[in-house]
């Protein structure tokens, strides 16, 4: 309850934080909500929806399983053309081989599931170590989010290894002021196994971490000499040809394709040029938008004095949109990564004392909706050709919002904007 004495900002800044809900149940509500508008639709429709691109179970996983076939009998994991991620996976799925491959999907299934939640909550309790009163409702309503998360339905469907991916990554984060050692190793762990965690550098230098670089530098270095043909095989050939790659729209959530689209929707709608020169254009200057935006980040974060444990972690995980958005083919099912930025926008809510900083926490929230809602069953149901591109479009707006936030913080002093915990 407010005091008479408070100012009228004042008031108007508590009230405002008072009265709104939380984002994580917000974003619970919108994700429920969507389901609910495609069942809605589904009656209307007399059709019905499949909640993925029903392709085979475990697509994905039959391609690491088939390079640890490969190596399992001494050849290169590389001869299998759909395997493109770096080595250490195919060597991580020997012991699969030894399964049925129906049987050795169906358990890598359940460890995506276990890796996702239990990187939510590892994430969860980075910030509320001493689980306060609300960690049953909390809890509930991350996992409301997980069952309800597009991509978490896509990346079980594909069996991709990104949630191992996201795992490691919320181990690094609660364990970095605990050990920098550990916090290194198991950062370098998850980019030798997803190439995209390698952007978790940037703001470690501009924190000026420089232990936990060095670990993690050095234990990449270590994992390279361990097999430095299939390393070179890797970045010369999987890596270059996925940043050349361009495939607009198809759920393909890069930047490039997102800004494609937005330039497609100008040409068809208002310019009314077939050439579709606006489309060209912003996606040709996807990269540099991309690089500016990540200056921005660094350039905010390199401005800042010592930070608490958590403010690192938040200020950490601002970075992980900008690990998915290049190159020009990004899957939904990498979204899955964006979800563990849910605890620190829920940190910086409950520290917040203006409405211009919890209004861009908003803006981050609905971008996250947005990548998360099913679009696919929608899609389905009324042939929407633009619900393709709101997935990418919700990445873009969580960019610019994590932007416009540290910019903001940048600017303010340091017991402006967002408190310190006590």
Known sequence: MLNRGTSLPERKSAGFRDLAVSPRFMLAVLLLGAVAAAFLLQIFKQQNIYFGNKLMIGNDFTSFYGAAVSVRHGYNPYSVNSYVTPPIPAFLVVPFTFLNLILAIKIELLVTLASVGGALYLIHRAFNPHQGPDRYSALLEMAVIICFSYPV??????????????????????????????????????????????????????????????????????????????????????????????????????????????????????????????????????????????????????????????????????????????????????????????????????????IAVQMILLFITLGIAASQFEAAAIWKLTGAGFLKYVPGLGLFCIMLGAVLFKSLEALRSPGEGVREPA
């Open 153 to 354: 339905f896509s990346l079980v469907e594909r069996g991709n290894i990104d949630g191992l991916v996201l795992l490691l990554l919320s181990v690094f984060l609660f364990s970095l002021e605990k050990s920098e050692r550990i916090a290194g190793i198991v950062l370098a762990v998850a980019i030798s196994l997803k190439i995209y965690p390698i952007i978790v550098f940037l703001p470690l230098a501009a924190f000026r971490r420089w232990k936990t670089l060095v670990y993690a530098g050095s234990t990449l270095v270590v994992l390279f000499l361990l097999m430095p043909h299939l390393w070179v095989d890797f970045l010369s050939n999987r890596v270059l040809q996925r940043l050349s790659y361009f495939y607009p729209g198809g759920w393909n959530i890069s930047l490039a394709s997102t800004l494609y689209g937005a330039g497609y929707f100008l040409d068809t709608s208002i310019v009314r040029d077939s050439a579709h020169q606006v489309a060209h254009f912003l996606g040709r200057t996807s990269l540099y938008i991309y690089v500016l935006l990540l200056i921005l980040m660094f350039a905010a974060d390199f401005l800042k004095k010592k930070e608490s444990r958590e403010r690192i972690c938040a200020s950490i995980l601002m970075y992980f949109p900008f690990m998915l958005s290049v190159p020009g083919l990004s899957h939904q099912y990498e979204l899955v990564s964006v979800l563990a930025m849910i605890p620190a926008i829920d940190w910086y809510w409950t520290r917040s004392r203006e």
